[in-house]
């Protein structure tokens, strides 16, 4: 197993296991909440929960460190891609966009409970300005 290159990395390592976690639970709750039919539907949507927030993590990396295109291009183009596999999925009829959402659910409840497991990121401890030594007491005029 390889060691995370940074806190960035290993807190999207993660957000990544609390998305697929999520969406474990949620595969499991389907059947109770959509009958059988649907856990096939949520399954597919948790997997493409967990494959977009890779993506979004790469696309974000390159672009910090310089990629040529601009985030709107590449931003664009994942968001064609997430429609386009949504459309052949629904299309091809696997599933129908019910159970497809409620796996798709477990992107943002993922992301909730990473935040609420890993307390505050270690970025935000270091760009907090230290200003204790700096603030007056009293910011009237001086008479």
Do not use: C, H
Request: no cysteine; proline share 6%; net charge positive.
């Amino acid at each position: 197993m390889t060691t995370p290159r940074s806190d960035e990395e290993a807190q999207l390592r993660t957000t990544l296991w609390a998305v697929a976690s999520s969406g474990a639970v949620l595969t499991l709750a389907a059947p109770f909440v959509l009958g059988q039919a649907g856990v096939l539907g949520v399954a597919v949507g948790a997997s493409i929960a967990v494959l977009n927030l890779w993506v979004l993590a790469r696309v974000v990396r390159s672009l910090l460190a310089g990629a040529g295109l601009p985030w709107v291009v590449l931003g664009g183009l994942k968001l064609l891609a997430l429609l386009a596999l949504v459309a052949l999925l629904l299309k091809l009829e696997i599933t129908t966009l019910l159970p497809l959402g409620f796996g798709y659910a477990a992107l943002p409840l993922g992301i909730v409970l990473s935040q609420l497991r890993g307390g505050p990121p270690a970025a935000r401890q270091l760009t907090s300005p230290d200003i204790a030594g700096r603030v007056q007491r009293d910011s009237r005029p001086e008479s």
